[in-house]
Structure formats: structure tokens, C-alpha cells
């Protein structure tokens, strides 16, 4: 049935070649894709071995056969091109920030459940077969209440000082990089996971990285012409959150952090037990007891049904960031045809993400804590 589904990808970088093998391995077809310009669009296409049959993104839009477009563009457009293809009938899996203003994300949000259509959001980390095996062992109360929670998302690619990328810019990027790009992440992971929603924060943002390299997206060139601008978005973050349960969390965030790539980690430490997730290492999970601790197998032949669900491949056959994404996209689309499963991340995942951004930002500014809007909270799926 998904393969009825036709799907476009917005965005030929990273993460929209990531979203093309997703959607093929879903069994979509991937009907074209397109890119900052028609020249490279067609390029992208050659190399994704797709007819190069959409110019620009209106050509898109006004192709009824298209039912899914998958916006993998930068962040400051998302917000339009969402809008476009949902006002044109499609449904939509926009890439994450949905939105950089958390008044566009609800706009967003809001148009998608009139008109009856898929938004999807996605937080893929929630697709690592023993993240699910973790929240469903907090369902059934094997952590007991919350004592503290704690984590950190660290990477190195913009500790370089000639570094540079189209998220530098808050006209590309959005206000918050740090936090908006990677923070936002273990948010909605460790909500998803241990069962809280982040009532208020306190956040201080550091630029350590003060100037970078002129020129941003397409046409930023790694050679440069030696002109350096001022950097307004930050490197690092810490956050001091409290849950709704009023338990304490801490979570460090950093893109200059050497030797640390994709280092999304978190500990919950409960009453009656604690359970730590590295994503790097996303086949083994660490569960701490009183008198002990072991570490857990991704293992389809054991643990919860999610866990079984979305294993595709037995113990000790390494399983990862690409797997997650496909399984994302199969419960995307099957959504789409009307089949929910549990825990795709939506439209009001991306609602909350905006939500918290801005407590991020609002508490940095003001040296002070910052409330999570509840009314954010109340358009979420719940737990
Ligand atoms: N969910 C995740 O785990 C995850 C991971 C990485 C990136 N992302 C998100 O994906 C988005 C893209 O990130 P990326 O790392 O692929 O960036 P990238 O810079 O590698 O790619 C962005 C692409 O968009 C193209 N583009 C620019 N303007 C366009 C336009 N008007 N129409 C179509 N394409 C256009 C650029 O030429 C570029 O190829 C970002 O919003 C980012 O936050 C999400």
C-alpha cells in the first residue's frame, strides 16, 4: 500500500539524502527532488537516480500525483514550504525545526488537522529499537518516580574557527543554533522516554567561536575570500530544567566539543532503578540497580513489542541512525494511510520544540527561569 504513496524530497543536502533512502526503503516511490536551483536539483537527481522533473518547488506542488513532500531544506524554510504543500493537499514530513517561531510551528500544526493531513516531525531518535525498550520498562514503573535526570548532546564540527554553515545565521538557521539544532533533540527524547513534560528552565548560551568565515548555504565557499562576520548563534548550552513532577534535570549542549560527534546521552536515575542511552551506542543500554548494574541488548528475540517492532536485524548485527529514519518513515506513511502507530513525532512535537527554544532563549536573555508554555503542552500527543 505505501508503495502507492509519491514522494518528493525539498533539500538535496545531508539529511534529504538520508529522507530519500528512507522513503525507497519504506517501499514510497520517490517521485524527485528539489534543490536551491534547477541546476542543482537536476544534479541531486542523477545522483538519486530520479527523473529530474521538478524545476522548482511549485512545479511540485502543482503535480497532484504527489501525495508526501519531505522538506529537508534550511530551517527559516520550512515554515513556507510546509504551508504550500499542505494548502495544496500533500501530506508533510518537515524536517526538524518545524518551525523557528513557535507561532508558526501552531499555525502549522493547526492547518494540518483541518485539513486532515499527515505532519510529521522527525525526532527519529525515539526509533532506536532499545529507547523504546527503556520507556516501555518506565510504563510498566521499573525506574520508580524520578530522583533526577541528566544528559548531554555534544558535537565538533563547528569547533573550527573557519567552520561554517547556513546555521550560523539567525536568518537561516533561526535564533538558537546549539540548542534549536541538537538541545531540541534530547528534549524531545527524554520527555518521550521518562514520561515528563519540562515545565521551566534557566539557560545560559556561549558563542566560543566568535567570528566565522563570510557567506552562508549556497553561497558559502570553504575557500572564502578571507572576510570574517561576527557569530550571533551559540556553540554551547546549559540548561537547568524541572520537570512536571518537579524533578531536577541538567543538560549540556555543544557543537565544539573535539573527538565528540553525535553524542546524544542521557541518565535517568529513579527510585528504583536507572537507565542511560548513548546514542553512538545504540545497541546496548545501561541499567543501574542498587546492588548492581547490567547492560542490555538490542535483541529481538527479547524485551518489549517496540523493541521487537522495530529491530530488522538480529543481536549483534549493528543496527543504527539510518534504520531509525526508515522506521520513521514507515510509520509516517503509515499514518498516512490511516494506520497510527505509537509514537511518531508530530506536528505538536514540533510545537513543543519551538516552545522550549524560545523558554531557552527567553531565560538567556533575561538571566532568569522561564516557564514552558502549558498551552504548548496541551496540543502534544500524550505520552
Ligand atoms: N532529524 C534529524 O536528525 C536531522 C539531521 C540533520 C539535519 N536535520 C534538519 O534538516 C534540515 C537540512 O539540514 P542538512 O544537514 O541536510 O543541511 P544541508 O546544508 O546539508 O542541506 C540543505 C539543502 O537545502 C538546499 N536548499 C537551499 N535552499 C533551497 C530551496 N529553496 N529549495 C530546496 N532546497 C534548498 C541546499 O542547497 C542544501 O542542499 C535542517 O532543518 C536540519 O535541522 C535534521
Known sequence: MSGSLRAVVSGAGM?????????????????????STPERGALAAEKWRVPARYPDFEAVLADDSVSVVHVCTPNALH??????????GKHVICEKPLATATA???????????????????FVYRYHPLVRELRERRLRGEFGAWQLIHGSYLQDWMLSEDAMSWRVD?????????????????CDLVEWVAGIRFTELTARLGTTVPTRPAGTGATFSATGEGRRVRVRTEDVATVLLRTDGGTLATLTVSQVSAGRKNRLWFELDGARGSAVFDQENPETAWLGAPDGARVLFRDPGHGSAEQ?????????HGQGYADCFHSFVDDAYAAIRGE???????????????????AVLTSSASLTWADVDPTAIALENTA
Open 15 to 35: 539529511i534529504g539524502a538520508v529522507h530519500a533512502a528512507a522513503i525507497r526503503a519504506s517501499g514510497g516511490e520517490l517521485a524527485g527532488v528539489v534543490a
Open 79 to 88: 515554515v513556507g514550504q510546509a504551508e504550500a504543500a499542505l494548502r495544496a
Open 104 to 122: 508558526d510551528a501552531r499555525r502549522l500544526t493547526r492547518l494540518a488537522e483541518e485539513a486532515g493531513l499527515v505532519l510529521a516531525v522527525p
Open 170 to 186: 539567525p536568518s537561516e538557521g533561526g535564533p538558537s543554533r546549539a540548542f534549536a539544532d541538537i538541545g531540541s533533540h534530547w
Open 308 to 316: 521487537r517492532r522495530l529491530s530488522r536485524l538480529p543481536a549483534g
Open 340 to 358: 497510527p502507530r505509537e509514537g511518531l513525532p508530530t506536528g505538536a512535537d514540533g510545537v513543543r520544540s519551538a516552545r522550549l527554544t524560545e
